[in-house]
């Protein structure tokens, strides 16, 4: 079993900068990604980002692209995700998630959930 605590959630404002992260216990089993999804008010949950563990290639939603930085400390077990230029649109619940390293939607563990609220 694994367990992910997310941190770093805030209310800023347009333009502003947030760095969210998640510290994994337990070990999930070989050749896995950690990730990033996003649930607006009223709307589906959505990917964001994730990078695989073992190799650290990274992967965007088009909405973010350029302006998100998705990290990882495999020392510490934890993901870190740079939001950059925030904008009133990236208002959600940001969920830390470990997913299979192939995919962008099949999950194996979710986080709790943290409130990022960006004002214009």
């Known amino acids: 079993q694994v367990q992910l605590v997310e941190s770093g959630g805030g209310l800023v404002q347009a333009g502003d900068s947030l760095r969210l992260s998640c510290a994994a216990s337990?070990?999930?089993?070989?050749?896995?990604?950690m990730g990033w999804f996003r649930q607006a008010p009223g709307k589906e949950r959505e990917f964001v980002s994730r990078?695989?563990?073992?190799?650290?290639?990274?992967y965007y939603a088009a909405s973010v692209k350029g302006r998100f930085t998705i990290s990882r400390d495999n020392a510490k077990n934890t993901v870190y995700l740079q939001m950059n230029n925030l904008k009133p649109e990236d208002t959600a619940v940001y969920y830390c998630?470990?997913?299979?390293?192939?995919?962008?939607?099949?999950?194996?563990?979710w986080g709790q959930g943290t409130q990022v609220t960006v004002s214009s």
């Open positions: 337990g070990r999930p089993s070989s050749n896995y990604a």
């Open positions: 990078i695989n563990w073992s190799t650290g290639t990274t």
């Open positions: 998630a470990v997913l299979r390293w192939y995919s962008d939607s099949i999950v194996d563990y």
